[in-house]
């Protein structure tokens, strides 16, 4: 399986650099996976697609302010951190900018102190991975994730050109646990009052976390898709979010998966647990799916619209199949829909 059978032509015009002011005020693209059906209808008109009795699983990982501007204590020259995933013990998994002049036992600043002798917060590289990867030990005085936030910025993809200046925009409105690198983009359509019409309507509300990182946005460096490796991810579910996914597995409803990140999480559930009831859990994932692959939990897909060659292109076809999603996604260009992070959606049904 090729890479390149997963491109598609994209003007760069249809990638969305803001969001839109009104949360559900998105385009719609409605894919059948029988018969590869396409309908375009408004982000509201999700509601008509979902039943009484439906999970919809949101993944409710919260952004932080993960992107660190500072200087080499050494030179003065300008650094870039973007962390990943905490290790513990203040180290971070981070990539870094630039890279080539960022080894081991790079020191970092970000910030003043009161006393200008003493950076806020310092970094120093441990050790150097791949892909630009870093690991990297902090240190500062008080509670880092205050500091973090006071000299932190959020996270955006590099094709956004323009300054968010709303920080919640790029949060969803359901997001609650720390510790992501990136939003769940999928779920940044979403409303609290759309939400509840939709649970008055019948629809159960399930929630996993994936601390999103360089597992979802990591590019395929490698022509056979098969030798791609995807980067661990931390996920997790409590006892009554899962007793919800057994529930729709009893009764033989459908679970819809609010975005790529939602997904992976329950398909590495489904894998953990089989025909077993899903327990409380967590732990790490690297589940790469693919055309071929057999979903255990997913019925549902709701998403954006994603990368040429992306992971996240392979895992939506695998649950429509190739063809019809590149089908779909050159009518949505022939439409003009609005691409990737703060563009429209997809339903997958």
């Not at 080894?103 to 310092?122: N, R, T, Y």
């Amino acid at each position: 399986m090729n890479v390149g059978d997963y491109d598609f032509e994209l003007p760069e015009a249809l990638i969305a650099q803001t969001p839109l002011a009104d949360r559900t005020a998105s385009r719609l693209l409605v894919l059948h996976k029988d018969g590869g059906q396409v309908e375009h209808r408004s982000f509201r008109d999700l509601a008509d697609y979902l039943v009484p009795g439906d999970t919809l699983v949101l993944n409710d990982t919260k952004v932080i302010p993960a992107r660190l501007f500072g200087r080499k204590a050494d030179t003065g020259a300008k650094a870039e951190l973007l962390l990943l995933k905490q290790l513990g013990d203040d180290r971070w998994e981070a990539l870094v900018r630039p890279g080539k002049k960022l080894h081991q036992g790079a020191v970092l600043h970000f910030g003043e102190s009161e006393d200008s002798m003493k950076p806020l917060l310092a970094a120093v590289v441990e050790e150097e991975g791949e892909m630009g990867a870093r690991t990297i030990r902090f240190q500062y005085e008080g509670i880092f994730n205050e500091i973090l936030d006071r000299l932190g910025e959020m996270p955006l993809p590099p094709y956004i050109k323009e300054r968010l200046n709303d920080r919640d925009r790029y949060q969803t409105v359901y997001a609650q646990n720390e510790g992501s690198a990136a939003a769940p983009t999928a779920g940044l359509h979403f409303t609290g009052d759309f939400l509840r019409e939709l649970e008055t309507r019948g629809v159960r509300v399930c929630r996993v976390t994936l601390h999103v990182g360089l597992g979802t946005f990591r590019p395929v460096s490698v022509d056979n898709v098969l030798e791609h490796k995807m980067h661990e991810e931390w996920y997790g579910i409590d006892a009554s979010n899962a007793e919800l996914l057994n529930r729709a597995r009893r009764e033989g409803t459908r679970i819809v998966a609010v975005g790529t990140t939602s997904a992976r999480t329950l398909e590495t559930l489904g894998q953990r647990y089989g025909d077993r009831p899903i327990e409380a859990s967590s732990g790490w994932t690297g589940i790469f799916i693919y055309p071929g692959y057999e979903f255990r939990l997913v019925s549902a897909l709701l998403t954006n619209f994603h990368l040429p060659k992306s992971t996240l292109v392979m895992l939506v076809s695998a649950l429509a199949g190739r063809e019809a999603v590149l089908s779909a996604y050159r009518e949505a260009v022939s439409a003009e829909y609005r691409f990737f992070s703060f563009g429209d959606a997809m339903f997958i049904t």
